[in-house]
T-cell receptor, first 114, second 111 residues
Framework: EPEVTQTPSHQVTQMGQEVILRCVPISNHLYFYWYRQILGQKVEFLVSFYNNEISEKSEIFDDQFSVERPDGSNFTLKIRSTKLEDSAMYFCASRVDSYAYEQYFGPGTRLTVT | TQLLEQSPQFLSIQEGENLTVYCNSS?????LQWYRQEPGEGPVLLVT?????EVKKLKRLTFQFGDARKDSSLHITAAQPGDTGLYLCAGAPNSGYALNFGKGTSLLVTP
């Protein structure tokens, strides 16, 4: 069964460093999302992406964050200068088309900022 | 932001018992999705409900969407230890919009 994959599974970085989190959405899906979950808190929406453009973003997704689909399969989240409070699980999700409601999540990348 | 309140927050039951968990909001959703999440893993989609009053069954799990599309419930019959996990509800105002998640119900089923 097709699934969303994410790499790395765990990333440790120092405050102020740039990180890139990678996702491979399900191959025929057109809509892509990033969410995050701080330890012990609920899953929070960051950004949605369709047709090579951001379609929606939350107030969390400030200028330090960017997303890109560099090729036909990868979808990346870049954090330009990490802060301690960026430590969280980051989940990528994808959705097949505009008629579908379901979003399928990847296993997540645990980002630890020290 | 449309808030989703899940209750109870924690539930510990013995194998074989039945249980119901709830997901409530003051807002209307076009759909609600239920996910199950294991520690350190991503949410796994269980079901999507779209129509007010809709009932969906997934083996021993029964999901219902409220008539006004503001709330949903998950009922588990004869719970098993394998049902242990965090159950999350998530809704969106329209198809494709950002999902708003509840904080989840943490279920523990003991043998």
């Amino acid at each position: 069964e097709p699934e969303v994959t994410q790499t790395p599974s765990h990333q440790v970085t120092q405050m102020g460093q740039e990180v890139i989190l990678r996702c491979v959405p399900i191959s025929n899906h057109l809509y892509f999302y990033w969410y995050r979950q701080i330890l012990g808190q609920k899953v929070e929406f960051l950004v949605s992406f369709y047709n090579n453009e951001i379609s929606e973003k939350s107030e969390i997704f400030d200028d330090q964050f960017s997303v890109e689909r560099p090729d036909g399969s990868n979808f990346t989240l870049k954090i330009r200068s990490t802060k301690l409070e960026d430590s969280a699980m980051y989940f990528c999700a994808s959705r097949v088309d505009s008629y579908a409601y379901e979003q399928y999540f990847g296993p997540g990348t645990r980002l630890t900022v020290t | 932001t449309q808030l989703l309140e899940q209750s109870p927050q924690f539930l510990s039951i013995q194998e074989g018992e039945n249980l119901t968990v709830y997901c409530n909001s003051s807002s209307v959703f076009s759909s609600l999705q239920w996910y199950r999440q294991e520690p350190g893993e991503g949410p796994v989609l269980l079901v999507t409900v779209v129509t007010g009053g809709e009932v969906k069954k997934l083996k021993r799990l029964t999901f219902q969407f409220g008539d006004a599309r503001k709330d949903s419930s998950l009922h588990i019959t004869a719970a098993q230890p394998g049902d242990t996990g965090l159950y999350l509800c998530a809704g969106a105002p329209n198809s494709g919009y950002a999902l708003n998640f509840g904080k989840g119900t943490s279920l523990l089923v003991t043998p």
